[in-house]
T-cell receptor
Framework: NAGVIQTPRHKVTGKGQEATLWCEPI?????VFWYRQTIVQGLEFLTY????????DSGMPKERFSAQMPNQSHSTLKIQSTQPQDSAVYLC???????????FGHGTKLSVL | GDKVKQSPSALSLQEGTNSALRCNFS?????VQWFLQNPRGSLMNLFY???GTKENGRLKSAFDSKESYSTLHIRDAQLEDSGTYFC???????????FGSGTQLTVMP
């Protein structure tokens, strides 16, 4: 079991460019979460999928951020027109069902210059 | 205010000593999870708790839902225990894990 896989590990974009972050949850896990971590805000919930369906995106900035889960083996987080304040570590996590033990990937460190 | 409040925010220990970290909840927490984030940034799940206690090697955790707190005890601290410990709680009917701000632990030789 390789755990939750996130790619890339690091991404540097220029202001205004698009960034796509990838997550492969643990095989068999039906719940997938995206979190964002910064020094100032700590760990913030972004969005949640269950059985590939979007359940809760209340943590997502309303503009420029979108997430999809086209199949059970991967999810993507897309940020359009990136801004410096989007710089953070984006963490994907999965669990067998919601409210069960959560396993995180190593994260993608996004730096917007 | 903070829904999940961790204390202390930072802690230094001598190798071989014991310590306890604490989380207080202002939400009606039904489950608690404890994580260790190592210096490279990886978050490792240490415990998943419903009310009660669990033990794993030198670590022991307790969750009291009535008194709204959880503790993580570290026995015989080792250098590799250094990192940031996070607790996170969920409440009934919610899938969101709400994280505390973390306790930064440094174990010194």
């Amino acid at each position: 079991n390789a755990g939750v896989i996130q790619t890339p590990r690091h991404k540097v974009t220029g202001k205004g460019q698009e960034a796509t972050l990838w997550c492969e949850p643990i095989s068999g896990h039906s719940a997938v979460f995206w979190y964002r971590q910064t020094i100032v805000q700590g760990l913030e919930f972004l969005t949640y999928f269950r059985n590939q369906a979007p359940i809760d995106d209340s943590g997502m900035p309303k503009e420029r951020f979108s997430a999809q889960m086209p199949n059970q083996s991967h999810s993507t987080l897309k940020i359009q027109s990136t801004q410096p304040q989007d710089s953070a570590v984006y963490l994907c996590a999965s669990s067998s069902v919601s409210n069960e033990r959560l396993f995180f990937g190593h994260g993608t460190k996004l730096s917007v210059l | 205010g903070d829904k999940v409040k961790q204390s202390p925010s930072a802690l230094s220990l001598q190798e071989g000593t014991n310590s306890a970290l604490r989380c207080n909840f202002s939400i009606a927490a039904t489950t608690v999870q404890w994580f260790l984030q190592n210096p490279r940034g990886s978050l490792m799940n240490l415990f998943y708790l419903v009310p009660g206690t669990k033990e794993n090697g030198r670590l022991k955790s307790a969750f009291d839902s009535k008194e709204s707190y959880s503790t993580l005890h570290i026995r015989d601290a080792q250098l590799e225990d250094s990192g940031t410990y996070f607790c996170a709680a969920s409440s009934s009917g919610s899938w969101q894990l709400i994280f505390g701000s973390g306790t930064q632990l440094t174990v010194m030789p």
